[in-house]
């Protein structure tokens, strides 16, 4: 207590010090800026350090299936009607990028609820027809508030969410001193907060919405490394029910940062009869030493003995895109065509996958200075250089994958198109855009006027963007934008 008390004088002797800087010298405010730095990060490494110390045990809360039974579960064959009402398939990704990323999806949301054509004779929107949204970290939020409440979305998210200080929150949970001393670790209070704030207690039972898509929410197994996806196929390896488990505990598994977040623990249940996807049974591929070695990561589950619990922690760390899960699903299955004959589904005309990948490319300030890098440039350097190469190969993976799909699936007299459509920053046209967008920070505390321009741009781009445009005069769309 007296520890925390300290620390608190020590960040308020720092404002009052920054507040008489401009009688200083801009040499001498430059030191001391400097200066202030090197020590709240010091300090900041100090609270984490100590907030840490105690040891805390996850609370599980996914239930067995031989404790429950399964009624109805969200699963891939629960939306077998979803996935049949339209000749497209359209799935759409959401990256990771905390609230940066939630606003660019809000806005491609928009773009495509105002966008309508005729199916089947029937008037709807182009976000009628989505199928699949799979998310990440930032972009977990959208998804699955979308998936709770449908068009609810666009008259409360930004109230809810988006214009929330939802970091600044947090951290004052974090450091209250009744919070400190409790046993509750981080994550449940951020799940906490999140259930009470946000998605209302809800459980993926709630999102079983009709017409609805199938959200698909991203975490990584850090045991193994491998993606884990919200979705009764996976809890069916830990011989578990999806059905009541809470989404708000999800979406903070999908973006609980390590260090930062304590992981989401899920206990991997034992004695069940596994059904549906198994992950024993494999792949058409078996010359892809990363498909066998997820494959290997989810035979891991039937370990009972030794994996008797689950880590899960951001979903950025194995795919910032939230595109790999997609790949994923299908070679477990055994491909697309294996799939589609197992859900008894027809091939569709077109598949359209939508990628709106938030990530920037910030203007690295070392390279305007012979001074030594900081320990967080170099840490921000070696990360976003692997970020962005790992991004670059799951997009080669995915263009080639739905080439590969359409292929398989198509008949002599269904010749199916696949449309990849990317979304990002790198796409516009003006210098100054791309630079404003890159100097948004990852984090869940933004501006109301950053907010808005993520969901204007995000509208812009996929507008913008050519192979959207030909997916349009195909299915003959019209935008009201």
């Not at 009402?85 to 359209?90: E, L, P, T, Y």
């Not at 105002?114 to 972009?139: A, E, Q, R």
């Not at 304590?262 to 591929?285: I, R």
């Not at 030794?306 to 979903?315: A, E, I, Q, T, W």
Request: proline share 3%.
């Amino acid at each position: 207590m007296r520890i925390i008390a300290i620390f608190a004088d020590l960040f308020r002797h720092n404002l009052s010090i920054k507040s008489h800087l401009n009688t200083y010298t801009s040499l001498a405010r430059k030191i001391i800026l400097e200066g202030l730095f090197v020590y709240q990060s010091i300090c900041t490494l100090l609270i984490v350090w100590l907030l840490s110390a105690c040891s805390t045990y996850g609370e599980i809360r996914n239930e067995s299936i031989k404790a429950r039974g399964i009624k109805k579960s969200y699963s891939l064959k629960s939306f077998h009607d979803k996935f049949s009402d339209s000749d497209s398939f359209v799935i759409l990704s959401f990256s990771g990028g905390g609230t940066r990323a939630a606003a660019l999806a809000y806005g491609v949301l928009q773009a495509l609820r105002n966008t309508s054509f005729v199916s089947n004779g029937k008037p709807m929107s182009l976000l009628d027809d989505v199928d699949v949204i799979s998310s990440v970290s930032g972009g977990s939020f959208t998804a699955a508030y979308y998936g709770l409440y449908g068009d609810k979305i666009f008259y409360d998210f930004k109230k809810v969410f988006l214009y929330h200080h939802i970091e600044k929150q947090i951290l004052k949970r974090f450091l209250n001193p009744f919070f400190i001393i409790s046993p509750q670790g981080r994550t449940e209070a951020a799940i906490e907060y999140y259930q009470r704030t946000i998605f209302k207690y809800a459980t993926f039972n709630d999102m079983m919405r009709p017409n609805a898509p199938m959200i698909i929410i991203n975490a990584s197994d850090l045991g193994y490394g491998v993606r884990f996806s919200f979705t009764q196929e996976y809890f069916n390896l830990l011989c578990s029910d999806l059905s009541e488990f809470p989404i708000a505990r999800a979406v903070t598994a999908s973006s609980a940062v390590p260090l930062v977040f304590n992981p989401v623990v899920l206990e991997n249940h034992d004695k069940c009869a596994k059904k549906s996807l198994k992950a024993s049974h494999g792949t058409q591929d078996k010359n892809n030493l990363e498909v066998q070695m997820m494959l290997k990561g989810l035979n891991s589950y039937e370990n009972k003995e030794h994996r008797k619990f689950v880590h899960l922690v951001d979903g950025g760390i194995t795919d910032n895109l939230g595109l790999r899960s997609l790949h994923d699903m299908l070679e477990v299955a055994g491909g697309a065509k294996f799939l589609m004959k197992q859900l008894k589904l027809r091939a569709p005309k077109r598949i359209v996958l939508i990628s709106v990948d938030a990530s920037t490319e910030p203007e690295l300030l070392m390279d305007n200075t012979r001074r030594r890098p900081s320990i967080a440039e170099t840490i921000g350097a070696m990360s976003n250089a692997q970020l962005h190469r790992y991004n670059v190969a799951t997009v080669e993976l995915l263009k080639d994958q739905l080439r590969q799909w359409s292929q398989q699936l198509s008949t002599p007299d269904n010749k199916i198109k696949p449309y990849f459509i990317q979304l990002g920053f790198k796409d516009l046209k003006s210098s100054e855009q791309q630079q404003y967008f890159n100097t948004i920070p990852t984090s869940f505390s933004l501006s109301r006027e950053q907010v808005d321009k993520l969901i204007s741009v995000g509208q812009q781009l996929i507008h913008d963007n050519p192979d959207y445009q030909k997916l349009l005069g195909d299915i003959k769309a019209v935008s009201s934008q």
